[in-house]
């Protein structure tokens, strides 16, 4: 008996779709319509002769040979993806997009971007930094190549989901608080004027919570876009 040949295509299709967490996200990132989708995952399952899906669950379950086959799918476009770029020569200069939040960016970006060079001499290194939450929305929307940006943050967990974002723990960090040397205002006095980053920084719930358990008051004199600003 002959077996049929996977094709790597299906395979593609069935990972993006449970990367995805559903075929309506898996038809934007692959840019193809929902229908095609559908159909790409019922050859799959009619070459295998299996449901890979429970369909009546939501969000999307996998069935037992679901969970087989994205094992073995992620592996072979792995293998795939490995063999290409061992064999096939790259034509010109390759480009790597760098996200990086802001805080990170000015203190250590050009230390890295120097070492990069000296590493990579024939990699151009294209970069611009943000907020955590917009980079991790550039890397979702194929942006950016790699992120360096605030974990713990609540948009992580949902890109991660969405994704499957492969994540690395670099540092660790102490949030502190800081006032002006030349400042004359007592910290101890209610309500504590705050300088901070707008709404979409990692540490501000962190820091207004802690104010919160603390029993204090305060009151935001300036919200900054960028840290320069703040």
Sequence with gaps: MRIADLDLDLARCFVTVVESGGFTQASKRLRLTQSAITLKIKRLEDLLQRRLFLRTT?????SL??????????????????????????AGIDLLRLGIVEHFGYHFL????????????NVRLVTDMGMTADLLKGLEEERFDLVIASAGYTAMAQYKMASMVREQHLQKETPVWVQSEKSKIDPRKDPLPLVMFGSLCRFRPIGLEALRK???????VFDGASLPSV
């Design 58 to 62: 939501k969000p999307l379950e996998l």
């Design 65 to 90: 040979e679901g969970e087989v086959v994205l094992g073995y799918s992620a592996r072979l476009l792995d293998l795939n993806r490995e063999m290409i770029q061992r064999v096939a020569k790259p």
């Design 110 to 121: 050009p230390v890295w971007l120097s070492e990069f060079r000296r590493e990579w001499p």
């Design 214 to 220: 603390a029993g204090r008051s305060w009151e935001i």
